[in-house]
Every structure is written in C-alpha cells, then in structure tokens.
C-alpha cells in the first residue's frame, strides 16, 4: 500500500504488489529452513520478510495458503530447469543423468522446502489436493515431453506411461526425503536415482 496526500491509503501497483508477495514466499522459505514449516507462524513470515500481517493477510488467506503458493512456485522453477538441463539430442541414458542431475541441484538448493512439499502439504487436506493433483500432473507431463525424442523412440518406442513415470516420480520423491531428513547429502545418490531411472526406462518398453 502506498500513501496519498491527504494520508489515505491506496492500492499498491502490480509491481509492488508483486514484490511483496515475493517477499512473503522468500520470508517463508526462510523460516521453512530454519525452524520447520509446522513451527512457523505468520509472525515469522512476516518478520522475515520485513512488512506487516497487514501485508500478509491481503496476499494470502492463511499460512497453509502462502505455503501452497511458494510449493506450487517452486515446482514451476524445478520443472523449468530440469527441461532446461536436458539436451535432447544426447543418447537418452545421457540425457536421464542430466534430468535426476538437474533435480538433485535444485533441491540441495531448498532440502527444508522439498521435504516441507512431500511431507507437510498431504497434511493440509482438500485445501492442498488440488495443487497435489496438478504438481503431479506437471511432473509426469515434464516426464513424457522429455522421453517424447528421437532418441528415446529409437530404443524405446513411446514414451512411459503415466502409470510408470508416477512410479518413478513417486520413488524418487520418497528417496530425495529420506535421504534430507535422515542428514544425508542429496548429491550422493545421485548415481542409485540414476540407475533406477534408467532400469525403468528400459522397463516401460517391456
């Protein structure tokens, strides 16, 4: 909000209101890190991102809301990297290592928020199935666009089905948050993600 002459207070602009909003993500992905999503409250959102609930309450409706909202902005960027990191054009083992490559940098780069989106939003109930639903949905879309190459077809024919890509999608998910919550490092397994990967690859043609 920003203020008139006369002291009113009028509606921030786009900008603004986008910055703002930008803050409370990163002011919540903060506090995520540092103390667990289940012991964050709005007034650690808040103070972290340096404004008021004021502020918070006319971004988001509650701190689930801001949660499902950062979850949802987080998974857009993974997807975006992942398809950027793959080159199509390499034979598809190849091009397998730089997907699970990819994946494993973006989530050393957020480990507490990665965890907080496979453990804490199936908690949240009906208020996170739809974002649930359509997280998994883009994953297996990113999947099948991916092995949608000629090299892919030349060793496999189509591309996995949905129902094997939710398998590999979903195996992975659970090992990248055993592996944060039990104190390991993602990097290191990297090669058994890898090799799974590709077992089911070769699988998904049988």
């Not at 939003?121 to 739809?130: E, H, K, M, Y």
């Not at 398998?167 to 993602?186: K, M």
């Amino acid at each position: 909000m920003t203020a008139t002459r006369r002291g009113q207070a009028e509606p921030a602009s786009s900008g603004e209101a986008s910055a703002f909003r930008r803050r409370l993500l990163d002011g919540l992905a903060e506090s995520i890190a540092a103390v667990g999503y289940r012991n964050t409250t709005v007034a650690d959102i808040v103070r972290r991102a340096r404004t008021s609930r004021r502020t918070f309450y006319e971004h988001f409706a509650s701190r689930e809301a801001c949660l499902l909202a950062l979850v949802a902005d987080s998974t857009a960027q993974t997807i975006g990297q992942i398809v950027a990191a793959v080159d199509p054009t390499r034979p598809w083992e190849h091009q397998v290592r730089q997907a699970i490559e990819a994946w494993i940098t973006r989530v050393e780069s957020e480990p507490e928020l990665i965890v907080s989106w496979i453990r804490d939003v199936p908690t949240l109930g009906d208020v996170a199935r739809q974002l649930q639903h359509d997280t998994m949905e883009a994953f297996i879309t990113m999947v099948r666009t991916l092995a949608d190459t000629d090299e892919w077809r030349a060793a496999h024919g189509d591309p996995p089905s949905r129902e094997m890509a939710i398998i590999l999608l979903g195996g992975l998910r659970e090992l990248i948050a055993s592996t944060v919550e039990n104190g390991g490092r993602v990097r290191d397994i990297t090669e058994t993600a890898v090799r799974a990967a590709i077992v089911l690859g070769r699988a998904s043609a049988l």
